[in-house]
């Protein structure tokens, strides 16, 4: 009987994982080249939401302008929302132009949804590329898009690279997380023939797909809830690796928190907002993508029954009640039992860091305490599951990066 709960609980846990294993390991697969075709050069409007960003969003118009591509080929709009510093005034003394929301907007979903659809009105872009405010962008960024229309693809997510990864243990944390989702998922799954993630910026999108589903999310996750639509109506992510983008990651723990507990609450919704149409299309047309975002908007349910699996294995070894797995000869013997698992998150992050040519010195502090990120997620999940965060909070950007010393790095 005690055996059964246990088994019950710890069978789908590791299956889980040993999904995510296995479709991790195609991040290694070597594909063939694909073939463009055409070379046309596209217009693009670049898109980004600013909620009091007047520190950061000059480094962000400064390196779009030193993009490797036309300069009449792509526009440049930011939209001010809520903003009580100067946003507007600097990004326009910056060559910015400007979008100016008459609707009421609450998220960045919001801002999205009122630029994209006025926008694709106009009828003179071909595809919309959407950045954060507080990030830089690589020279070969637009180009690298645009190789992507000339595949034939729609939809794209470049690799989301860190600014800040050795300025404190959370931002080199936030590093190696990214990191490894750029590797493991996206990667992974642009050799799987399957659909990458959106993940929150630096991606694009082409007009047509506004026309035939939109840009209309209600969550507090508009990257995963969009793709989650995606997958849905069978439109493939692809993912870019030479589009980069440089992301400002939080200082410190509490910052940390509660942009955790946004990204929590939004997966939560978006488990139980989409859950129904994703298990159609798993059911019915043999979807891998609606397969990987149910997946995926599982996993804080599935660290919670982790949790449990954890708690009974300490009490089952107290009460010396034998089980018939490794992980549970392991676990009997706790000290090389903990010890194991944290020298296989640190070879794992090393193993991160070489393959995306990081610096293991510059990222040694996220290195030594990811363990720790990734634990803290579970109160959050929990938490979450119960009460949820609501209400968007900004995060203060305050790191004034050139693209210069980052190229250089």
Known sequence: MYQFIYYTLFVPVFIYGLYFLITGLFAFKKIPKKNKINN???????VIAARNEENVIGHLIDSLKKQKYPNDKFDVFVVPNNCTDNTKQISVKHGAKIIECSDIVKSKGDVLEYSLNLLNKRNIYDAFIIFDADNIVHPDFIKKMNDVLCYG????Q?????KNPSDSWICGSYSLYYWGQNLFFNKSRMNMDASASINGTGFMIKSNIIDEIGFKTVTMTEDIEFTAQCAINNKKIVFVHDAITYDEQPLNFKTSWKQRMRWTTGTYQCLFTYYKPLLNGIIKDKNIFCLDMLLFFMAPIIQIIGCIVFLLLLIYTIFDIKLYDIFAYMF???????ILTYLISILFSILVVIINNKSIFKTILGILTFPIFLFSWIPINLICLFK?????????????????????D
Do not use: M, Q
Not at 40 to 46: L, N, R
Not at 390 to 397: A, D, G
């Open 158 to 162: 470049g690799f989301r690279d860190s």
């Open 153 to 156: 693809y729609e939809l794209a």
């Open 40 to 46: 046309k050069k596209h217009k693009f409007a670049i």
């Open 388 to 408: 949820r965060t609501l209400n968007w909070e900004p995060i203060i950007h305050n790191r004034n990066v050139s693209l210069e010393t980052l190229i250089d």
């Open 332 to 338: 009997a013997h706790n000290e090389i039992f903990f």
